[in-house]
């Protein structure tokens, strides 16, 4: 590796996607289709009243084998924003890191921040880039979420493959369970909600999107493991101690399973039940 | 077809630097000190624009003194290398003395194949999790590395300031006094500065990942009340 000294009219700038391209690592195009590879499901993101919740299940699948039961899709990007992640494993996992060492590197160079907005850009393009390994499957789909340090509120951040942005006012998810999981949220949604209610709501979206999708995995309570979550406000990017996710899930399985509980989760419907005879 | 004047490799060598070593003196200098708690960076610079003191990687800074635009350069080409190699291998594997190294390549390149030697001096620090661990190195205009401790001084004076440092300086200070010794040693016997005229950075030991942290002028100024 040589040392990267350029000069002044051939510098790159602050730019690290550009200055990978110049040392010669561009971004993948795989050609042609490309087989199962693993996939990343459902992730969710919300404002509430101190700025934006994310949270995301821990699947991940091959087709109809589940290949990690531990996998993290909600990551930090930098001290107040967090990227969330749904689609190919692999190249999104390096997609966060890329993110993560571009909004450092920027940082470092320039001595200032990128603005919230900057970030959101930032990420549009790198999904732009990967359109062409998106169209062999390797579709990369993240949510952007962050607390706006000039503005003083949280906002977030969803986008296609084709890197289109879409600032959303209140929520957003990506994956294969987003239809459900981002109805739940969009029933028990309303503008103000506090951190607890805002925690509970993101739970049951997971949850509920887990009971309906099979590549969206619920809390797992034999293993102990379950949904990442963490808040991004003033104070900046804080994951959720796994304690205070586990007791609101079971919080919730306790309400889901009481007989008078309205959902469909609890007993099986017998033959002479609902159906009909 | 006219030949070039002979001259000899000592004259051009020894030209070359005094020419960097007096522009280098002309410029403020600099002082970097390791504390119980982490490194500190104390640089005399009135501006709040232009920096001298940076971060390049998690434990890593860089401290430049002398022509703005030289060193400034340097900074970032660091900052590039670190990210770079940080990418390829692990964020562990990106080290001070690889860094330093690099620098002694280019800056001893420039000296003997340029039409002018780089007027700057650098410094590139790295905080252990132990004060044994850490790593002052010191590189001139040749490329000569230095490798430092506990303190090291950049710019000009720097015998004058050393010695005063010298005299004030015990292992396992705290933060303040580290900065009370390092801005006495700078401001000199005539003179003192206050936090309007420094630029002061700290590397925390036990700050976690990125453990580059600037002291503003209110942090300052309460320090130094």
Redesign the interface.
């Known amino acids: 590796?040589t040392?990267?000294?350029?000069r002044p009219g051939d510098?790159p700038g602050p730019d690290?996607a550009e200055?990978?391209r110049r040392?010669g690592a561009t971004p993948v195009d795989p050609g042609q289709p490309v087989p199962e590879v693993t996939h990343g499901t459902t992730v969710v993101a919300l404002r509430y009243a101190d700025g934006v919740i994310m949270a995301g299940d821990r699947r991940a699948t091959s087709g109809n084998l589940i290949s990690h039961r531990t996998m993290e899709k909600v990551f930090p990007a930098d001290r107040h924003s967090g990227v969330a992640i749904a689609g190919a494993a692999g190249p999104a996992v390096e997609m966060v890191?890329?993110f993560q060492?571009q909004l450092?590197?920027y940082e470092?160079?320039e001595?200032v921040e990128l603005s919230l907005e900057g970030k959101a850009n930032q990420l549009s393009l790198m999904v732009r880039n990967n359109l062409p390994a998106a169209m062999q499957g390797l579709m990369v789909v993240p949510l952007f979420a962050g607390y706006d340090l000039r503005r003083r509120v949280g906002r977030l951040f969803q986008y296609d493959i084709t890197g289109g942005r879409y600032e959303e006012s209140d929520f957003a998810a990506t994956g294969s369970g987003r239809l459900h999981a981002g109805t739940v949220v969009k029933l028990g949604y309303r503008d103000g909600i506090e951190r607890g209610e805002a925690l509970d709501l993101a739970i049951s979206a997971l949850f509920q999107a887990a009971d309906e999708d099979s590549a969206t995995g619920g809390p797992d309570l034999v293993r102990g493991i379950y949904p990442m979550m963490a808040t991004i406000t003033a104070e900046g990017f804080d994951r959720i101690e796994e304690d205070e996710v586990a007791e609101r899930f079971r919080r919730l399985v306790d309400r889901l399973s009481t007989p008078e509980s309205t959902t469909s989760i609890g007993t099986a419907p017998t033959m002479d039940g609902r159906f009909g005879s | 077809m006219t030949l070039p004047f002979y001259v000899s490799p000592e004259q051009m060598m020894k030209d070359r630097a005094d020419f960097a070593r007096k522009n280098i003196a002309r410029g403020r200098p600099l002082v970097a000190a390791t504390y119980s708690d982490g490194i500190l960076l104390c640089a005399e610079n009135p501006s709040s624009r232009l920096r001298k003191i940076s971060e390049i990687y998690d434990r890593i800074a860089f401290a430049g003194v002398g022509k703005y635009n030289e060193f400034d350069q340097l900074r970032i080409a660091g900052i590039r290398a670190a990210d770079l190699r940080g990418y390829a291998y692990s964020r562990e594997d990106v080290d001070a003395r690889s860094l330093a190294n690099n620098y002694a390549q280019i800056l001893g390149q420039i000296f003997t194949h340029e039409p002018k030697p780089m007027e700057v001096e650098i410094l590139v620090a790295e905080v252990g999790s132990v004060p044994e661990e850490d790593r002052l190195f010191h590189l001139l205009y040749d490329g000569t590395v230095i490798d430092e401790g506990p303190f090291s001084v950049l710019g000009g004076e720097v015998d004058a300031i050393a010695e005063r440092l010298r005299e004030r300086y015990v292992e396992g200070d705290d933060e303040r006094s580290v900065l009370r010794h390092a801005t006495a040693a700078l401001a000199g016997p005539e003179r003192s500065l206050d936090a309007g005229d420094l630029e002061v950075a700290v590397l925390g030991r036990r700050d976690s990942r990125r453990a580059f942290r600037r002291l503003d002028k209110a942090a300052l100024a309460s320090l130094l009340a």
Do not use: T
């Open positions: 590796m040392f990267p000294l350029y510098d690290f200055l990978l040392i890191q890329l060492l450092e590197h470092k160079i001595g």
